[in-house]
């Protein structure tokens, strides 16, 4: 149980293109899901967090207008990155948590690369 | 502010060497301390939530421990597959929703 998916696992687009990356929690229900990114090598750093049909909270210095999430139901949530730059190039991977519990669980992640 | 650090860095073992890996954690009223395992590549992966000082709790050749200032993982007889960054995070009483991680421990098992 507790299966997260992301989609897709990895994308290569060029500079100036946006990029949507899904999260899906397959066999529960989220009320609050979370965007992190991942630089190689390091920890995660937590970008987002959603709750369905609220707007997204984010952490200090990430972009909101750049990084636009949305939470449209309490199975789905979706991550955009807007007029990427290859400074964006990174692992985003996403985590739900589901209702009562304080864990997350993770999706696989989503390799970007921008050109 | 929550802080987790995690010791050692990295750790590299013989097959079925145990030792353990720690995560000393400052926390405004804990809620919940959590170990995940994260391979290259890859999102973590859920191993255990513990709750209050004193619990424990066992999966295959992992066991984490908790009091009230650290967590350690220990790890018996381990095999080449455990090779893996572990990763402790808290949650703390605070508003905030979500956890705070350590940078964690990359454990390399040399057969």
């Known amino acids: 149980g507790a299966v997260v998916s992301q989609h897709p696992s990895w994308v290569i687009c060029k500079s100036g293109t946006s990029v949507k990356i899904e999260c899906r929690s397959l066999?529960?229900?989220?009320?609050?899901m979370f965007w992190y990114r991942q630089f190689p090598k390091q920890s995660l750093m937590l970008m987002a967090t959603?709750?369905?049909?609220?707007?997204?909270?984010?952490e200090q210095g990430v972009e909101k207008d750049k990084f636009l999430i949305n939470h449209a139901s309490l199975t789905l949530s979706t991550l955009t990155v807007t007029s990427a730059h290859p400074e964006d190039s990174s692992f985003y991977i996403c985590?739900?948590?589901?209702?009562?519990?304080?864990?997350?669980?993770f999706g696989p992640g989503t390799r970007l690369t921008v050109t | 502010e929550d802080q987790v650090t995690q010791s050692p860095e990295a750790l590299r073992l013989q097959e079925g060497e145990s030792s353990s890996l720690n995560c000393s954690y400052t926390v405004s009223g804990l809620r919940g301390l959590f170990w995940y395992r994260q391979d290259p590549g890859k999102g973590p992966e859920f191993l255990f939530t513990?709750?209050?000082a004193g619990e424990e709790k066992e999966k295959e050749r992992l066991k984490a421990t908790l009091t009230k200032k650290e967590s350690f993982l220990h790890i018996t007889a381990p095999k080449p597959e455990d090779s893996a960054t572990y990763l402790c995070a808290v949650k703390s009483g605070g508003g905030a929703d979500g956890l705070t991680f350590g940078k964690g421990t990359h454990l390399i098992i040399q057969p």
């Open positions: 066999d529960f229900q989220a009320t609050t």
């Open positions: 959603s709750n369905e049909g609220s707007k997204a909270t984010y």
């Open positions: 985590s739900a948590r589901p209702r009562g519990l304080y864990e997350q669980y």
């Open positions: 513990l709750y209050s």
